[in-house]
């Protein structure tokens, strides 16, 4: 069913700590995507991983897909009050490049 | 004006009452989604449009109806919810080529309460 979990679900810190976030699955996918949503809002789009072993950055953040393509994390190095949200990663399924599967999330919060 | 646009934000209707949702993408983007978001739960995959085309129901209750005319626009049509129907719903644009998916622009959704 190509499941998608998330860890931790919550994760509370203080600004200027390091945090990682894991994506992993039993199933393999020929992409991961991750997104980050505010409350009130949708998700938006932070990075596609498409290469088993990809690292990805983007500013403070670091994304890195499995070299299976299980799983994939993403690493924020300095967090800060705007960090704060919903950490979403989701993936197509093999059969189907429409049926994109989620992951519950873990909700960040960076105290200041 | 860009990007995925969805009205009303918020809603609040009674379980007899017809509402629509309706979303627009300015993105030329091929394939439309929407989406449940209900608390504590994953997103939940509603219906899938492609190049305007229905391609994907995920048993989802007759009470949704959805309707694309244009591949720019793409409306939810509700009547005779439940309270448990209560949830953000979120559209969705992408742009699917051959195998490859990546990655959606999704609407702020709407905020909808049926009591």
């Known amino acids: 069913t190509q499941l998608l979990e998330q860890s931790p679900q919550f994760l509370s810190i203080q600004e200027g700590e390091n945090l990682t976030v894991y994506c992993n699955s039993s199933?393999?996918?020929?992409?991961l995507q991750w997104y980050r949503q505010e409350p009130g809002e949708g998700p938006v789009l932070l990075v596609t991983v498409v290469t088993g072993g990809e690292v990805k950055k983007l500013k403070r953040l670091t994304f890195q897909f499995g070299d299976a393509r299980k799983d994939s994390s993403l690493h924020i190095t300095a967090a800060q009050p705007g960090d704060t949200g919903l950490y979403l990663c989701?993936?197509?399924?093999?059969?189907?490049?429409?049926?994109?599967?989620f992951g519950a999330g873990t909700r960040l919060t960076v105290k200041p | 004006e860009t990007g995925v646009t969805q009205t009303p934000r918020h809603l609040v209707m009674g379980m007899t009452n017809k509402k629509s949702l309706k979303c627009e993408q300015h993105l030329g983007h091929n394939a439309m989604y929407w989406y449940k978001q209900s608390a504590k739960k994953p997103l939940e995959l509603m219906f899938v449009?492609?190049?305007?085309?229905?391609?994907e129901n995920n048993s989802v209750p007759s009470r949704f109806s959805p309707e694309c005319p244009n591949s720019s626009h793409l409306f939810l049509h509700l009547h005779t919810l439940q309270p448990e129907d209560s949830a953000l719903y979120l559209c969705?644009?992408?742009?699917?080529?051959?195998?490859?998916?990546?990655?959606?622009?999704f609407g702020s959704g709407t905020r909808l309460t049926v009591v």
């Open positions: 449009y492609n190049f305007k085309e229905q391609t």
């Open positions: 199933s393999v996918f020929s992409s």
């Open positions: 969705a644009s992408s742009q699917v080529l051959g195998q490859g998916n990546y990655g959606y622009t």
């Open positions: 989701a993936g197509p399924t093999t059969y189907n490049n429409n049926d994109m599967r």
